[in-house]
């Protein structure tokens, strides 16, 4: 284990339904962040959280919908999704930001049908 | 703008052999630079790092990398492969210290045969 933990580890689920990725850290660190990895690999960023606010949203969809209720909580919410939303969720987080590096969860593999 | 290159999508190298994984990078200010390893339905693990001082970085596993300021490359390197090794690697950087964004490469596929 990392110290940064993602439940649940697989999901599948319909294109009307509604759920919900949670990412918890207890290292301590004040950022934390909701990657997307699809088939073809590279990571995207999809939003940044520092001290619990939300710092930057790289004009993701609505239907995917962040929440950080502290700094040690982060829940991705997901709604009307489409397949080609399809792909591994990595959580990850930081003290301070880019200079200590960063820990990352084992993933959430969701599969939309 | 910060940026990070990994020129090749995949690396082959037969066990034993030496390996390298090439990463060039764009920042402004000194670099932070950052290897991370990822096995298939897994997180990104951390590899090593360069922060400051010696070019010459030892990780975990007997991997490696050289910083190379003039040439602005940061290669990840071992002596000698295992078929273990056969993952997907990021490269990544940050050029403003603790309170820079990390930013990641495209990866590197590195395949290791018997």
């Known amino acids: 284990e990392t110290g940064v933990t993602q439940t649940p580890r697989h999901l599948v689920m319909g294109m009307t339904n509604k759920k919900s990725l949670k990412c918890e850290q207890h290292l301590g660190h004040n950022a934390m962040y909701w990657y997307k990895q699809s088939a073809k690999k590279p990571l995207e960023l999809m939003f940044v959280y520092n001290f619990k606010e939300q710092t930057e949203n790289n004009s993701v969809p609505s239907r995917f919908s962040p929440e950080c209720p502290n700094s040690s909580h982060l829940f991705l919410h997901l709604h009307t999704l489409q397949p080609e939303d399809s792909a591994l969720y990595l959580c990850?987080?930081?003290?301070?930001?880019?200079?200590?590096?960063?820990?990352f969860g084992s993933g959430t593999r969701l599969t939309v049908v | 703008a910060q940026s990070v290159a990994q020129p090749e999508d995949q690396v082959n190298v037969a066990e034993g052999n030496p390996l390298t994984v090439k990463c060039t990078y764009s920042v402004s200010g000194n670099p932070y630079l950052f290897w991370y390893v990822q096995y298939p339905n897994r997180g990104l693990q951390f590899l090593l790092k360069y922060i400051t001082g010696d070019n010459l970085v030892k990780g975990s596993y007997g991997f490696e990398a050289e910083f190379n300021k003039s040439q602005t490359s940061f290669h990840l390197k071992k002596p000698s492969a295992l078929v273990s090794d056969s993952a997907l690697y990021f490269c990544a950087v940050t050029g403003r210290g603790n309170t820079g964004k990390l930013i990641f490469g495209q990866g590197t596929t590195l395949q290791v045969k018997p």
């Open positions: 990850a987080s930081s003290q301070g930001q880019g200079g200590y590096g960063y820990t």
